[in-house]
């Protein structure tokens, strides 16, 4: 197993499109958050291989930031971007409207995915939770 090259975590994103979506992937042991044809937020050095990590991508009115492990990671994002609606994919995304891309997919595990509209969960750092998301 390894780390190196990008793995995608979520999309909302279409290959061959100029949709306005999130994108968030991992570049060898960083990650990057991709918006419009751009890499907006890039850390490295964030992720250790057979490890658990909480990462939270949160949007607190223009502001957006990635944390991992309850740190932030990268700088902040501001913008006051309006994003298209979209289907999200886990570890994948769409190469055109109803097929994967089957292209740097990603090879783990995720637990507790949560999308939350209107609510941004962490804007510090903070103590990830231990126990499994109920409710």
């Known amino acids: 197993q390894t780390l190196s090259g990008g793995r995608n975590l979520f999309s909302f994103l279409r290959a061959g499109t100029n949709e306005t979506v999130p994108h968030l992937y991992t570049e060898n042991t960083g990650l990057r958050y991709y918006v419009n044809n751009t890499n907006v937020i890039t850390s490295t050095n ?71 509209n209107g609510l941004a969960r962490y804007t510090a750092s903070f103590t990830p939770p231990t126990a499994p998301l109920e409710g």
């Not at 994003?83 to 997919?105: C, E, F, I, K, W």
């Open 46 to 116: 964030v992720l250790t291989l057979n490890t658990w990590h909480h990462i939270a991508l949160t949007r607190n009115g223009n502001d957006h930031k990635i944390f991992v492990d309850g740190t932030q990671v990268g700088s902040t994002w501001t913008s006051a971007q309006t994003y298209v609606q979209g289907r999200p994919v886990l570890g994948d995304y769409y190469a055109s409207l109803n097929t994967l891309s089957n292209s740097n997919t990603l090879h783990g595990y995720v637990q507790d995915f949560r999308i939350t």
